[in-house]
């Protein structure tokens, strides 16, 4: 009796495929994808009802490692491919594996209409800021004067911000995680699935051959506690290794106090509102031009109720099929006006 | 009482010309449909700027429509006509040279103003200086008459005068000696909230009617006999309309909640206003924000278990050769309708052209095996789209459509089957519990077809993806022999197709001679007539029209070695020649033209006489 019980407890390795993962050692999707299969498990999600859908990329490997559904399909279009999959059947879980260069190069007309859409998908964004597939050539999201096999001398492009594209683009839920925070990608990862509508979350992702060392000022000890910012809903912007940094906003100008030389009361700090899009416009700029001094956002930036795209779907077709008489296919293929002949 | 001469024909040739604005669309679609309830066989050719209003009075803003109807006999919109009617001076210097010797002009004297006739660039009025005096005109101010009917109407002066096309058809309507009933329903139906607009649509087409009844100069009547088509009861249909209906049809027959993903595109955009309102036929409709995700959500569709649909013309076409090439390597059914156009690049948006074969036949990185149907006439399009989800959904392939401008705006009376009268399909789905023993992604039956697993079932679960594959466990693999072996596969099962599709015959039941003529898509009616023509003449002259396209019906070899010449008359400058000679090793000889107008009968005619001696 027992036993069976053992053997019907679902793991996190229930997710998980029989294909060897062949990613580079060290690499941060690792911990990214065992961090999916067991929110997945930890939600109790059957197997059969999701669908994780990639396009193409070190990230979008992810598909053929899960034990679900799923299409890694081309380069830029998993949300495409998605939203179609979506559309035919709402009922079912369907995810976005996606990198910055696949998602916001190539993908990027994509990834804004599926966010104004509001289509029922969880988007994950593994960003490492760099083409590591073929090599590691500048990405969308890489730096200005980063020294790549495409860019001998410094690359001239600025790079693109995910998070205030997302904003522009009408998404109603827009995150941020590391990969080495396993805790926090976990809560992230529960709460894009709860969301109802289009999920995004952008999680730094360190690629240990092409572009190591990264987001080193925001995983390693001594230096994230004054880099990295965790976003609390209701709770004040307050970081540092001994709390000693609080964010004050004076009109849309945000400002860093030192609260040991400075002890205002927390009430009087910016209290973070997952709600207020302004607000979270300004928080999607941190570490960005302008915002060079702030620590870098985690957590829920931003997130609003709209009704999803398959359910006005769903709504509209129910609506219509109400208002109009039912008529059979044969009455569709007769038309509303026939003739005869006779001979 | 006036005394009318009674003319009788077995078919007529009629265009109606004038600015963009003038509604020459409309009421060539109603002329067409009236035809149908008279019983007359039809084929239009609608030609219109892409400009949605080019330069009034212009010559590049004519809009016109032609329509042959009559006998049974008919089967393109004709060469020349015996009746123009034109709205200005530009349609009738546009026009004109098409007009049959002795043939009849009906023109709206107000639209010969000296504005108007500086503009299409006459020096004098073409009405009075007596240059038409080969042709029999009729000078009618359609105009004035159109607003003097509407005297006691409430419409300003300028939606008085934009009824002056219903005057013109209720006039066309007595000239042909028809009661205008199916317009008069039609008004009523369109106009059905604006009562006022209604009412004076009405008048201006009785108005026109009673013109011809009682003009003094207007001496002329026209009688068609109506055309045996068998028996049975028909409709009026559109070529984009049909195809609408096929995949919807074709969506109840095989069971499968029908997804169509599209991006807005001429001359494709109609089936996606079509198929948008039948939402109550479960029918999901997705205008996305590009060709390409048009074509990748349909793939997405498709893997959740939907008969999944995409249409698009050329320029769409070349966006979507990415996920298409997705499509072949994922073996999962989508159907892709290219609306033909003229091309390259954006090239001829409303004209007509067959020139994307070659493109859908190879245009695609890889050895990528695609099937490609052609429908041949507007209602063709009907039972091509249905053909297509069934080979796509019982061979878990991609399959292209290949239709056109001309298939796609015309119209036609179709003798539409019922739901039980169409074939089954047997689509390869699996239920959302059914088990297959050993199952894998790529596991195939005797025709080499994987099964069609969806989500929800949770003995099929499996990943599937771009990358090539082991045959034996559908997993990743770049072993030599495996890639092989799969492309192998995949163009097998594509050849496999040919087992299950009929028989090709001879349009005109003449198998074996001097000439066989191989067309296909909308060249149908003037290969045919062609072949008639001089079949009649004493001529062995068959014609093989191809609605399979790849594969070639099987014994398509064996029809053409029975013919001495082949002859292949297509809208490109040879394509479907190079597939012939390249499968069959026949010395066919091309016959084209790329102006975006059809081939007319009398050149195609000639061109074939000058072969057969």
């Given at each position: ?9 679902v793991?996190p390795k229930?997710?998980?495929s029989n ?5 580079c050692?060290g690499?941060?999707d690792?911990?990214i994808?065992?961090q999916?299969q067991k929110?997945l498990?930890?939600?109790g999600?059957?197997q059969?009802?999701i ?6 990329g ?7 490692y899960m ?10 279009r998993?949300?495409?491919v998605a ?12 995810w976005?594996?996606?990198g910055?260069g696949?998602?916001l190069s190539?993908?990027?007309?994509h990834?804004?209409?599926?966010l104004?859409?509001n289509?029922?998908?969880k988007?994950i964004?593994f960003?490492n800021?760099?083409?590591a597939?073929t090599?590691g ?6 730096e200005?004067?980063k020294?790549?096999y495409?860019?001998?001398?410094g690359s001239?492009?600025y790079?693109?911000?995910p998070?205030s594209?997302a904003l522009g683009s ?9 990969d ?6 976990n ?7 709860a ?10 992702q ?5 572009n190591d060392e990264a ?13 990295t910012i965790?976003l609390?809903?209701?709770?004040p ?5 001994n709390n000693?940094?609080g964010?004050?906003?004076?009109n849309t ?5 030192n609260?040991?030389d400075?002890p205002i009361p ?5 209290i ?8 979270a416009?300004i ?10 001094n702030?620590p870098?956002?985690l957590?829920v930036i931003y ?5 999803s795209?398959?359910?006005l779907?769903i709504?509209k ?5 109400q208002?109009r ?12 006006k ?6 | 009482?006036?005394t009318i001469?009674k ?9 109606f010309?004038?600015d963009s604005?003038d509604?020459?669309q409309?009421?060539?679609?109603q002329?067409?449909?009236n035809?149908?309830?008279?019983k007359?066989k039809s084929?239009n050719?609608p030609e219109f700027?892409s400009e949605?209003?080019a ?6 803003g004519v809009?016109?429509?032609q329509l042959?109807f009559?006998d049974?006999?008919?089967l393109t919109p ?5 009746v123009l009617?034109v709205m200005?001076a ?6 004109l040279k098409n ?9 709206n004297e ?5 504005k108007?006739?500086?503009?299409a660039g006459?020096?004098s009025?073409p009405?009075?200086d007596?240059?038409l005096e080969?042709f ?6 359609i105009?004035?008459l ?6 006691d109407s ?11 096309n219903?005057f ?12 205008p009933?199916?317009?008069?329903e039609?008004i009523?139906s369109?106009f059905?909230?604006?009562p006022?607009?209604r009412d004076?649509n009405l008048?201006?087409?009785m108005?026109?009617y009673?013109y011809?009844?009682?003009s ?6 026209y009688?068609?006999?109506p055309?045996k088509l ?5 409709r009026?249909?559109?070529g984009?309309?049909?195809m609408a ?5 074709a969506?109840?027959?095989a ?5 169509y993903c599209?991006?807005?595109?001429t001359?494709?955009t109609?089936?996606l206003k079509y198929?948008?309102t039948?939402?109550?036929f479960?029918?999901?409709t997705?205008?996305a924000?590009d060709e390409i995700?048009?074509?990748?959500a349909?793939i997405?569709?498709s893997?959740g278990g ?10 769409g076409m070349?966006l979507?050769?990415?996920s298409?090439n997705l499509?072949?390597?994922l073996?999962l059914?989508v ?5 033909q156009r003229g091309?390259?690049?954006t090239?001829l948006?409303t004209?007509m ?13 890889g ?6 149907l052609?429908?041949?006439t507007p209602?063709?399009?009907f039972?091509i789209?249905?053909?297509a989800c069934k080979?796509?959904t019982?061979?878990m392939?991609?399959v292209i459509v290949?239709?056109?401008?001309y ?8 003798k539409f089957?019922k739901l ?12 959302s519990?059914q088990?297959?023993?050993n199952y894998y992604?790529y596991?195939?039956d005797e025709n080499m077809v994987?099964?069609?697993a969806i989500?929800?079932n ?5 990943r599937?993806?771009?990358?090539e594959k ?20 995949r163009k097998?099962?594509?050849q496999?197709?040919a087992?299950q599709i009929?028989?090709?015959?001879t349009?005109?039941n003449?198998n074996e001679g001097?000439v066989l003529?191989i067309g296909w898509?909308?060249t149908?009616?003037?290969i045919e007539?062609?072949?008639r ?13 191809l609605?399979y396209i790849?594969?070639f019906p099987?014994?398509?070899q064996?029809?053409?070695?029975k013919?001495?010449?082949v002859?292949?008359?297509?809208l490109n400058?040879?394509?479907?020649v190079k597939?012939i000679?390249?499968?069959f090793?026949?010395?066919a000889?091309?016959?084209?033209k790329v102006q975006g107008i ?7 005619l000639n061109?074939?006489?000058t072969?057969l001696?």
């Amino acid at each position: 009796m027992e036993s069976t019980q053992i053997k019907n407890q679902v793991s996190p390795k229930d997710y998980a495929s029989n294909q060897e993962v062949k990613w580079c050692p060290g690499c941060g999707d690792y911990a990214i994808l065992a961090q999916i299969q067991k929110v997945l498990c930890e939600l109790g999600k059957k197997q059969e009802n999701i669908a994780f859908i990639s396009g193409i990329g070190c990230s979008s490997r992810f598909v053929y490692y899960m034990n679900t559904y799923g299409i890694h399909s081309i380069h830029g279009r998993p949300i495409a491919v998605a939203t179609g999959l979506k559309i035919a059947r709402p009922e079912l879980d369907v995810w976005v594996i996606t990198g910055d260069g696949d998602c916001l190069s190539i993908g990027g007309n994509h990834f804004i209409h599926g966010l104004r859409r509001n289509i029922g998908l969880k988007v994950i964004m593994f960003n490492n800021r760099i083409y590591a597939l073929t090599k590691g050539q500048v990405s969308p999201t890489s730096e200005q004067n980063k020294i790549t096999y495409s860019t001998p001398y410094g690359s001239i492009d600025y790079p693109i911000n995910p998070l205030s594209l997302a904003l522009g683009s009408e998404a109603t839920f827009v995150a941020r995680t590391i990969d080495r925070d396993l805790k926090h990608m976990n809560e992230i990862f529960k709460n894009a699935d709860a969301h109802k509508g289009t999920a995004f979350v952008e999680v730094y992702q360190n690629c240990k051959i092409f572009n190591d060392e990264a987001f080193q000022r925001y995983t390693e000890k001594g230096q994230k506690e004054n880099n990295t910012i965790y976003l609390q809903n209701g709770k004040p912007l307050i970081f540092g290794e001994n709390n000693q940094f609080g964010i004050i906003l004076n009109n849309t100008k945000p400002e860093i106090i030192n609260l040991n030389d400075n002890p205002i009361p927390h009430e009087n700090l910016w209290i973070h509102d997952t709600k207020d899009k302004t607000k979270a416009f300004i928080l999607s700029q941190f570490t960005f031009p302008g915002y060079e001094n702030f620590p870098s956002p985690l957590g829920v930036i931003y997130q609003t109720e709209k009704a999803s795209y398959e359910e006005l779907l769903i709504q509209k077709m129910n609506e219509v099929s109400q208002k109009r008489k039912p008529v059979s296919i044969n009455k569709l293929l007769s038309g509303t006006k026939t003739f005869s002949y006779d001979e | 009482m006036k005394t009318i001469e009674k003319i009788q024909k077995k078919s007529v040739v009629i265009k109606f010309a004038g600015d963009s604005g003038d509604g020459m669309q409309l009421i060539g679609y109603q002329f067409t449909y009236n035809s149908a309830y008279n019983k007359n066989k039809s084929l239009n050719f609608p030609e219109f700027p892409s400009e949605i209003r080019a330069p009034r009075g212009t010559v590049a803003g004519v809009s016109s429509f032609q329509l042959q109807f009559g006998d049974e006999n008919v089967l393109t919109p004709g060469d020349e006509y015996d009746v123009l009617v034109v709205m200005n001076a530009a349609a009738l210097k546009v026009s004109l040279k098409n007009l049959k010797e002795n043939g009849v002009i009906i023109a709206n004297e107000n639209g010969f103003d000296l504005k108007n006739l500086k503009l299409a660039g006459y020096e004098s009025n073409p009405l009075e200086d007596g240059s038409l005096e080969n042709f029999q005109l009729f000078s009618v101010p359609i105009e004035e008459l159109t607003i003097e009917a509407l005297k006691d109407s409430p419409l300003s002066k300028q939606d008085k005068e934009r009824c002056k096309n219903m005057f013109t058809l209720g006039f066309v309507c007595w000239l042909f000696n028809r009661t205008p009933d199916n317009i008069v329903e039609f008004i009523n139906s369109t106009f059905s909230k604006k009562p006022e607009i209604r009412d004076a649509n009405l008048k201006a087409l009785m108005a026109g009617y009673n013109y011809g009844e009682t003009s003094e100069s207007i001496l002329i009547q026209y009688e068609v006999p109506p055309a045996k088509l068998g028996k049975g009861t028909f409709r009026g249909i559109m070529g984009n309309h049909a195809m609408a209906l096929g995949l919807v049809t074709a969506s109840q027959k095989a069971n499968l909640p029908l997804v169509y993903c599209s991006y807005p595109i001429t001359p494709a955009t109609d089936i996606l206003k079509y198929l948008s309102t039948y939402l109550n036929f479960g029918v999901k409709t997705f205008q996305a924000e590009d060709e390409i995700a048009a074509m990748c959500a349909a793939i997405g569709a498709s893997y959740g278990g939907a008969l999944a649909v995409t249409g698009t013309s050329g320029p769409g076409m070349a966006l979507k050769t990415e996920s298409l090439n997705l499509a072949v390597m994922l073996e999962l059914p989508v159907v892709l309708i290219n609306v033909q156009r003229g091309g390259p690049s954006t090239g001829l948006p409303t004209k007509m052209e067959q020139s994307d074969l070659l493109f859908a036949m190879y245009g695609r990185p890889g050895d990528s095996p695609v099937p490609v149907l052609a429908p041949s006439t507007p209602s063709d399009c009907f039972y091509i789209a249905f053909e297509a989800c069934k080979i796509a959904t019982s061979f878990m392939t991609p399959v292209i459509v290949l239709s056109d401008s001309y298939l796609a705006n015309g119209a036609e009376g179709w003798k539409f089957p019922k739901l039980e009268e169409l074939p089954e399909i047997k689509h390869k789905q699996l239920s959302s519990s059914q088990k297959i023993d050993n199952y894998y992604s790529y596991l195939r039956d005797e025709n080499m077809v994987r099964w069609w697993a969806i989500p929800g079932n949770p003995f099929t679960i499996h990943r599937i993806g771009g990358l090539e594959k082991n045959p034996e466990t559908g997993n990743v693999s770049y072993f030599p022999e495996d890639h092989q072996r799969m492309t192998e596969i995949r163009k097998k099962k594509i050849q496999n197709i040919a087992k299950q599709i009929p028989l090709q015959t001879t349009e005109n039941n003449i198998n074996e001679g001097d000439v066989l003529l191989i067309g296909w898509g909308s060249t149908y009616g003037v290969i045919e007539t062609v072949a008639r023509d001089l079949n009649e003449k004493g001529y062995k002259v068959g014609h093989v029209h191809l609605r399979y396209i790849h594969p070639f019906p099987s014994n398509l070899q064996d029809i053409i070695k029975k013919f001495r010449k082949v002859i292949i008359p297509e809208l490109n400058t040879g394509q479907l020649v190079k597939l012939i000679r390249d499968q069959f090793l026949v010395d066919a000889i091309p016959f084209n033209k790329v102006q975006g107008i059809p081939i007319k009968h009398q050149e195609l005619l000639n061109f074939v006489l000058t072969q057969l001696k």
